[in-house]
């Protein structure tokens, strides 16, 4: 197949995808942000390879992008971006822990977690996610595929419906910017951000 060809497959099974986006769990997510924000607590957010990258950008996203001129700020941390901790947890304890364990540093009850799984399987994902459940957090998870467990066990469960990794990890890109500037226009009566 020619990649022209292809390119056309890959952007007509996108906007497939695109298709079946589901607007009321973005409006959760959306509205779980926002009550964070305005509760002045914690923000947690992570995943595993291309979804660390997403995870990291959100933070970055939220923290500057959305309260950079507004005197109260989020409180958005992204637990894989701290590479000699999580390092030194693989190495010394289980990567299954090493979200789970520095969530146990900071976490305190009523603090938003977000966990990012492609396939929604990722145990580390997974046992983050659990304890903050089991500490009285507020829970939302992205993933795709038919969701997996993290679909399973969150309060709030985006789930990318393709079979195709590189297209949930497409999905949860746009649906990470769509939330920053819903939230940034909730913030600003109803503008948008300028850049």
Do not use: W
């Amino acid at each position: 197949m020619k990649s022209t060809e292809f390119a056309k497959e890959y952007l007509l099974e996108l906007s497939q995808v695109l298709d079946r986006f589901d607007i009321a769990r973005f409006d959760e997510v959306v509205g779980k942000m926002l009550d964070a924000y305005h509760r002045g607590a914690r923000i947690f957010v992570m995943g595993n390879g291309g979804s660390a990258s997403t995870a990291s950008h959100f933070a970055c996203d939220i923290n500057k992008g959305c309260c950079l001129d507004l005197p109260k700020k989020f409180k958005m941390i992204c637990l894989n971006d701290n590479m000699p901790s999580l390092m030194a947890l693989a190495n010394d304890l289980d990567y299954r822990a090493v979200f789970e364990e520095p969530l146990k540093n900071f976490f305190e009850a009523g603090d938003l977690v977000i966990g990012i799984s492609g396939s929604g399987n990722s145990e580390n994902v997974l046992r983050a996610v659990r304890y903050a459940g089991e500490h009285d957090g507020v829970t939302v998870g992205f993933s795709g595929f038919d969701g997996g467990k993290l679909a399973r066990m969150v309060d709030t469960a985006f789930v990318a419906p393709v079979a195709d990794m590189q297209k949930v990890e497409d999905l949860h890109m746009i649906l990470v910017h769509m939330i920053m500037q819903a939230v940034y226009r909730a913030l600003h009566d109803g503008r948008g951000p300028a850049c």
